[in-house]
């Protein structure tokens, strides 16, 4: 089969049982390309268990099923196949991180999880500020990878009472959040000896925020569009970003500023 005769759908002999109970059996279905196609039927019929197996939530006990000429979950990996569920909702057990984790999993390009985080305004530092805006006298303890002096000065002043990073041992960990209850501050004694001798970003505002969408990888145009700027103005921001930061180039001005916590 070429490509242009390549079938969207293509099941035949799908059968499914559950226990003593056939929900699906023997069905065959052929979709092509820009084909709208209504699959009804009455309760228990089989629609959902059949489509299960199109999305590769299940697998058939008999028959085969092809998207795109490949196997269900190949094709969701490759971004060929999407779903709206009837209903849904998110697990109760795991973190928003391992949600993220889960769903990025299905996928074969995805963005990394803390720039998902960042960009929905709910990564730690971002929750921090959100957390002391709402509840003043809520304290926060940050628990982190990025044991970076950049970002402990961000995360003190976004009103976080603690900043350590994750492997703190468990007894200091656990002080920690006790000295935090109490109404004391927690910084990990390295960074804070870091972050004296570093100083403060170089970076503007500006300049922080023209780093911070080309770190995507984005062309001057798409960062220009991202933040309401011209190309020149970019340009200009760029430039002395680069320089600020005694960069070779735009990549390399932002691994330093990455590596520094500045964005």
Known sequence: MNDTNLLAVDAAGLRKNFGTVRAVDGVDLRVRPGEIVAFLGPNGAGKTSTIDMLLGLSDPDEGSVRVFGESPRAAIAHGLVSAVLQTGGLLKDITVRETLQLTASLFADTRPIEE????????????????????????????????????????????????VVKDTPAAQLADAVRRVAQGLRVVDPALAADSLAQGESPLTERETDVLAVARSGGSIADIAHALHLSEGTVRNHLSSAIGKTGARNRADAVRVADENGWL
Request: hydrophobic share 45%; net charge positive.
């Open 116 to 163: 998902v985080l960042t960009r929905a305004g709910i990564a730690g530092i971002a929750a921090a500020s959100s957390l002391h805006t709402a509840l003043p006298g809520c304290r926060s303890l940050i628990v982190t990878t990025f044991g970076r002096p950049g970002y402990l000065t961000r995360a003190m002043r976004a009103g976080a009472s603690g900043f």
